[in-house]
C-alpha cells in the first residue's frame, strides 16, 4: 500500500472517530438566571429585572428636582431596607419602626428597638414629602443638603443608617457585623453582582444602595394631587372642583395658617426646624442637645406632611395621636418658650409685645382642616409592591 493511500485511510479513521465522539451542543442556561433561581428566588419574592423607580411628578410640581434612583441599586436597597438580621436579636429592620402602611413611620408613640429597649423619639415618616430625595436635595451618593433625623444631626443617608444600625436602643449592631451578613447570604451576591457589575461588598455600596431606596420613595398620587391636577389652575388657592366644600375650606385653612412651616404642598418647603412651643422647658432638649446652644432648646424637624392622616402619633414624642388635637395644639395650645419659632407669634398692638398666637378656630373649621389633610393620603404609594417587604 502507497504512502497517499495510508495518509488517507488515516485521514478517513480520524473523521469516523471524531463524528463518533462528537455531541450536540447542550442549550446553556444563562448563569445569571442560574443564579436567580438558586440564590434569590428561595429567599426573596423579587423579579429577577428590577422594576424602575423612576419618580413622575405632576406637572405643579415639576420644580421639584433631584436624581433619579437605578433600579438594581434600589432592588438592593429595598432588600437591605428590610432586612432582620441587621440587629442584635434578629427581630428588626429599618421597616421595624418604618412601615409601608404608616407612610413608613409606625404606630407607636416612641419607638422600641431590639430586646424591647425604648426609645424617645417617634420614628419620623420618610413618605412625608412628595419624593424623598428632592425633599432632602438628596444627591445619589446620599448627601443631603436638609439635614436627617429630628435633630438634624446626620449630613448623609450613611450617618443616618449607621446611628441607627449601632444604637443600642435601636438595631444594636458592630458595621463589620452587616458587612459580614451581607457577605454571607446567597442573595446578596446576586443582587450586588446585578447593581454593581461585581460582587465587592463595602460599607460605600450598602449605603448607596440604600440611599436609591429610600431616594425613590415618592408620594404624588393623592385625592389632593388629583384634584389639583383636574382643577387645571396654578393657584392653589382657587377651589377644586374635585373637593368638598369641607376640604376646599380646610384648604384655604391650611394655606392661611399651617403653610408657612410646612410649605404649600405645590412647592418645596421653606422651613425645616422650629421650636413649636410643645413644652416650656422641653424635656427633651431637640437640637440644644446635639450643639449646645441654648437658641437651639426645643427645636425639631419640621416634617412634611404627606399621607398625615396615616402615620399618627404626632410630634417628637409621639404625644398626640389624632390629627384634631394637634390643630387644637396650634389653635389654643401653644406654649411660650424661649426660641418659639416667629411664625407662632403675633405682634399685640396695645401692649406693644409679640404674644403667642392664637387662631381662633370654630370645631367646623377644625374639622374643615383635619378633612383636607386627609387628602394627603396616597393609597398607591402606601401599597406600592416595589416599596413592600420582599422577604419570604
Not at 472517530?17 to 429567599?43: G, H, W
Request: glycine residues 6%; proline residues 5%; hydrophobic residues 40%.
Amino acid at each position: 500500500m502507497n504512502t497517499y493511500r495510508i495518509s488517507a485511510l488515516l485521514f478517513l479513521v480520524v473523521c469516523v472517530f471524531e463524528m463518533a465522539c462528537k455531541k450536540e451542543p447542550v442549550p446553556q442556561i444563562p448563569v445569571s438566571q442560574d443564579a436567580f433561581d438558586t440564590l434569590v428566588s428561595p429567599y426573596l419574592s423579587i423579579e429577577r429585572t428590577a422594576p424602575s423607580y423612576d419618580v413622575q411628578l405632576p406637572s405643579f410640581l415639576d420644580t421639584l428636582q433631584a436624581f433619579q434612583p437605578e433600579a438594581a441599586l434600589a432592588q438592593l436597597g429595598r432588600v437591605l431596607f428590610y432586612e432582620k438580621k441587621f440587629s442584635a436579636d434578629g427581630s428588626l429592620s429599618c421597616a421595624g419602626c418604618h412601615h409601608q402602611e404608616y407612610a413608613f413611620a409606625e404606630p407607636l408613640a416612641t419607638s422600641i428597638g431590639v430586646f424591647g429597649r425604648a426609645n424617645p423619639r417617634n420614628a419620623l415618616a420618610l413618605g412625608s414629602n412628595p419624593w424623598f430625595a428632592a425633599a432632602n436635595e438628596m444627591d445619589a451618593e446620599g448627601n443631603v443638603g436638609i439635614p436627617l433625623f429630628w435633630d438634624h444631626r446626620a449630613l448623609n443617608v450613611t450617618d443616618q443608617s449607621i446611628a441607627a444600625l449601632t444604637n443600642e436602643q435601636e438595631m444594636d449592631v458592630s458595621m463589620e457585623t452587616v458587612l459580614a451578613i451581607v457577605e454571607g447570604e446567597p442573595y446578596y451576591q446576586w443582587l450586588i453582582e446585578q447593581a454593581y457589575g461585581d460582587g465587592q461588598v463595602s460599607e460605600e455600596r450598602i449605603f448607596k444602595a440604600l440611599t436609591h431606596f429610600m431616594g425613590s420613595m415618592s408620594s404624588t398620587n393623592s385625592h389632593f394631587d388629583q384634584a389639583f391636577s383636574e382643577a387645571g389652575t396654578a393657584d392653589m388657592e382657587a377651589d377644586f372642583p374635585g373637593f368638598t366644600p369641607e376640604e376646599n375650606l380646610g384648604k384655604s385653612i391650611y394655606i392661611q395658617h399651617c403653610n408657612l412651616c410646612h410649605g404649600s404642598l405645590d412647592n418645596r418647603q421653606q422651613i425645616f426646624e422650629a421650636n413649636n412651643g410643645l413644652e416650656n422647658p422641653y424635656v427633651d432638649k431637640g437640637k440644644q442637645a446635639i450643639c449646645r446652644f441654648v437658641y437651639e432648646h426645643g427645636v425639631f424637624r419640621v416634617p412634611g406632611l404627606r399621607n398625615i392622616a396615616r402615620s399618627a402619633p404626632y410630634m417628637h414624642d409621639g404625644r398626640f395621636g389624632t390629627l384634631l388635637e394637634v390643630v387644637n395644639h396650634y389653635d389654643s395650645g401653644v406654649v411660650r418658650s424661649f426660641g418659639l419659632h416667629g411664625d407662632l407669634l403675633e405682634y399685640n398692638e396695645a401692649t406693644g409685645n409679640y404674644d403667642v398666637k392664637r387662631l381662633h378656630l370654630t370645631e367646623a373649621e377644625k374639622n374643615a382642616l383635619v378633612a383636607f389633610l386627609h387628602t394627603l393620603t396616597d393609597e398607591s404609594f402606601l401599597n406600592d409592591v416595589r416599596f413592600s417587604d420582599p422577604f419570604k
